[in-house]
């Protein structure tokens, strides 16, 4: 896919009326640079409509002058860019990184050297989510990392990039269920399981949490959800049902504010809440199903 | 130890509906940035603002890892809701949409001051006044 850049140059008190412009053209946004003066990026699809939407906006800029004299001294530059430009682009610094004792992620791309005792998981996590940085998936990891999964079950609900549920099989679980509603996610998920070599102990599937429940495939005795505060609310009777008498339940990716509400969800599913750990923003929420 | 900033980048997108399409992508991708864990934080902390447009402030430090802060609506949303429209006047020259007392144009510059490039109240209320007008509403004493 290809964007139209188109760059202005304006002056600054005719700003929000600029942005206000832009965003009623249908760019989806506007970067905006005003240290010095007034510098604007918008983007627009180069497709069929392209010439008529940028005709729109420069006659509706044209319009501003009446309303701000300067302008009259508007600049603006085009150029083409395209998605491979920027989509690829944040690999350049993926580089490993050590999580916890004994887990190192690391991108597929990329030789890393590891001691006795440590595990590599080896990532490429294309558009989805779980590169192993963010603070979510960061709790997620040292709880997968502090428990001792020898030879159990584990689900791993919203699976991202899989790698959660690869770290898991890593660490020694006998057997993983990774779900998730994005099938670019599943897609991806299986191939970081195939370089990491564990396959044939972690399943991903294409489904909701509710579809393994019917399907029998839970309860297990450690789940993993590294999701949303919302989401969490809204599957929590299924995040009860999915994890087995005795069994723990790790809920990630829940903004500090959300907290209350998670925990007071869970706890409603049949969990008690053991505790919580926070990480630049971010808590999870360890609960057990007694 | 602080950690060392490589950048501040100004956006505005749509609450809650945060893509990795531009301008998030063609931003973010060469600062090295993980272009999905900021839209899932941005829609999470948005979800309330869903539809509106949010201007965001983002740091980003040289580890690649991100914080961004959450401004204030843009004058185009907040003078809409004064003036009760859904949306500005493609010909504002011509065609009026509706009007806004000047004691509206004033709270709005006030509110926004903090967040605008302008010097003082009385060039921040310019260009509030400057905007409305652009969107095809009119300035008006009193309501």
């Known amino acids: ?47 069929e409509r392209l010439d008529i939407r940028l005709a729109d906006l420069r006659r509706r800029l044209t319009d501003l002058v009446e309303f701000f004299p300067g302008m009259s001294q508007m600049t603006e530059r085009q150029r083409v860019v395209a998605e491979e430009d920027w989509a690829n682009a944040w690999r350049e610094h993926f580089h490993p990184v050590r999580v916890g004792r004994r887990l190192i992620v690391a991108p597929t791309w990329e030789p890393v050297s590891c001691q006795a005792g440590e595990v590599v ?84 599937r294409y489904a909701e949490l509710r579809d393994l429940l019917v399907g029998g495939l839970v309860p297990v005795s450690f789940a993993v959800a590294n999701l949303t505060a919302d989401i969490l609310c809204d599957l929590a009777p299924d995040l009860g049902a999915a994890v087995a008498p005795g069994g723990l339940l790790v809920a990630s990716g829940i903004v500090t504010s959300g907290r209350r509400d998670a925990e007071g969800a869970l706890a409603a599913s049949g969990l008690r809440v053991l505790r919580a750990a926070a990480l630049d923003g971010w808590v999870a929420v360890w609960a057990r199903r007694d | ?123 921040a209320e310019r260009m509030i006044e400057g905007t409305a007008r652009s969107m095809g509403l009119e300035i008006v004493e009193s309501s």
């Open chain 1, 1 to 47: 896919m290809e964007y139209c850049e188109i760059a202005l140059t304006i002056p600054p008190e005719a700003l929000e009326a600029v942005t206000d412009l832009l965003h009623r053209s249908g760019t989806g946004g506007v970067v905006i640079d005003d240290e010095r003066g007034a510098d604007l990026r918008a983007y627009l699809p180069c497709d």
């Open chain 1, 121 to 204: 998981v080896r990532l490429d996590p294309g558009m989805a989510f779980g590169t192993g940085t963010h603070a979510s998936t960061v709790l997620c990891l040292q709880a997968l990392e502090a428990e001792d999964l020898a030879g159990r079950a584990v689900l791993d609900v919203g699976t991202g990039s899989g790698i959660l549920a690869v770290a898991a099989a890593m660490l020694g679980a006998a057997e993983v269920t990774a779900v998730d509603i994005d099938p670019l996610a599943v897609r991806i998920a299986r191939q970081n399981a195939a370089v990491n070599g564990v396959s044939e102990r972690v399943h991903v």
């Open chain 2, 1 to 123: 130890m602080a950690k060392k900033v490589q950048a501040i980048v100004k956006l505005q997108i749509t609450g809650g509906k945060a893509t990795p399409a531009p301008p998030v992508g063609t931003v973010l991708g060469p600062q090295g940035v993980n272009i999905m864990a900021f839209t899932k934080e941005f829609n999470e902390r948005t979800k309330d603002r869903a539809g509106q447009v949010v201007p965001v402030e983002m740091t980003i430090f040289s580890d690649r890892s991100f914080a961004f802060i959450l401004k204030t609506p843009p004058a185009g949303f907040l003078l809409k809701q004064a003036a009760g429209i859904e949306s500005g006047s493609s010909n504002p020259n011509t065609k009026k949409v509706g009007k806004v007392t000047r004691s509206q144009v004033r709270d709005i510059a006030q509110h926004k001051l903090a967040d605008l490039n302008a010097l003082d109240l009385a060039a």
